[in-house]
């Protein structure tokens, strides 16, 4: 062994011991990642159904998808879902963080209250959450009809089916939390002292120097938080399964009907390219827009 | 004096809005048990029962006896653990070479490897099952633990950055004295990265227990079942009839791993190492 290694110089073998160590995960990229994302585009122009060998339709399953009603109106529930849940998860958790970032005391056992349900299943979740909403036995129309109120068939109704789904996802908002408090906390304190002896009030401290300074995480969790909307699919699953009259299709539901149920794979995969292309766009506009409200440290700029 | 005041009071509500927003938090949770031990019947009263007296006990015996949860959970347990060793195993000898050792093209393989980090995994799934379907390994565990052991590109981003703070002498000193680079890796860069290793494995359990998706389009013999797609399946077959307490007890034993491994091990959660990649 020595006899051999010896003729190479210690590059090689280093070079040969880094192409050991990564190997793995370079196999894991091309056979898992790579090949089936090449795979896939070729997919989504046949009509593959799992059984036999898939035939080239050319771009039948993208002009077929704008087409069907209910492709149209899961992209019009998912938008729908993303448009309101993103804004509202990220306020509300951002204020949550601000109002814990101050120096109170016994807040941790807040910081685990509100992150708890972020680590739990999501299936159990969705099924808990379903029997609260139930509409004749559920706790919260039970408590409302106490206090005298009818309660809405929060699953039942097509007018408010999506907007439950939209309610509960703040359950799991605490997710986002230790990322904030951990943008919030490396804001160095005397930019706030100097604020205040200026005579900046509280609004003039959050509008000026902690949102500007928080902004790269606001990008960060504005991300993460559109691509997790655009994904929608346990609660729907779980909850209403789709209905009432489509109302909580979400796009992944109905990907997921296309594939598996009826096992349209050529089609449930044309829909998945499109998911992906309608998010890389958003993700290249919102770092588009990054210079206009994007502030780095130690960043140089005019106004 | 009055800023002091005002200070007080500042946080006077600063209390009360949290402990409101935690009883919205952890009320559903209450409900979920209490519901679970109540009988059929006091599900449904009206005003609604709170506490249960006597607690109906023999509701999960019910459910131990009508539903094999101690299968699912064994499923679950042996997925979970298994993908806890290869993430674990895959990534952190990946991020070692990435953060130490030298070759060529090694940087634009690692840029490669960051980009499916803007993949939604959506867009692979369709095609990772036809793959898994033409290998025969549809209904088996092998398409949701084998990739576990090769690799996740943020893991390796994550333990690269943390191997990337650990002193170069440390190494030097070890290949002074004749250990090669698995030696490296095994005695001094394994036990430094513990904390990122134990983050790594707390998140991945959470991930791999949680999971929905892979179990329901990838398991279809019930005995196979995860606890996750278990409760999809128990949700379904009950839906109908009225017994929202079996349903609560079941949700209720499936999250508790989670909210134990939670409580347990908080500070991982709490730094935020994982999500942000940023070293805590």
Known sequence: MTHTTSRLTLRQREAIACACFIAPAVLGFMVFTAAPLLASAWLSLTDYALAGWPNFVGLDNYRALLEDEFWLRSVRVTVQYAVVAVPMWLISSLALALIMNQ??????????????????????????????????????????????????NWLGDEDWALWSLILISLYTMGWYLPIWLGGLQSIPTDLYEAATIDGAGWWGRLHRITLPMLSPVLLYNLMMNMIWALQLFTEPMIMTGGGPKFATLSYVLYLYNNGFKYLRMGQATAMAWLLFVVTLLLTLLVFKSTPFWVYYEGEQRER | MNHRKQETRQHAIAYLVLLVGSIAFLFPLFWQVTTSLKTSEQTMLYPPLWLPMPAQWQNYAILFERFPFWRYAGNSVLISSTVILGTVLSNSLAAYGFARLRMPGKDLIFLLLLSTLMLPGIVLVIPQFVLFHRLNWVDTFNPLIIPAFFGNAFYIFLLRQFFLTVPRELEEAARIDGAGYLRIYAQIMLPLALPALIAVAIYTFIGSWNDFFGPLIYLSDQEKYTVAVALRYLAGGVRSRPENHLLMAAATLSIIPCIAVFLAAQRWFMQGTVVTGVKG
């Open chain 1, 103 to 152: 120096k109170l005391r016994g807040v941790a056992i807040f910081r685990t209250i509100y992150y708890l349900p972020a680590v739990l299943s999501g299936v159990a979740t969705a099924m808990l959450w379903g029997w609260i909403l139930n509409a004749r036995v559920g706790i919260l129309n039970l408590t409302l009809r106490f206090v005298g109120l009818q309660g809405p």
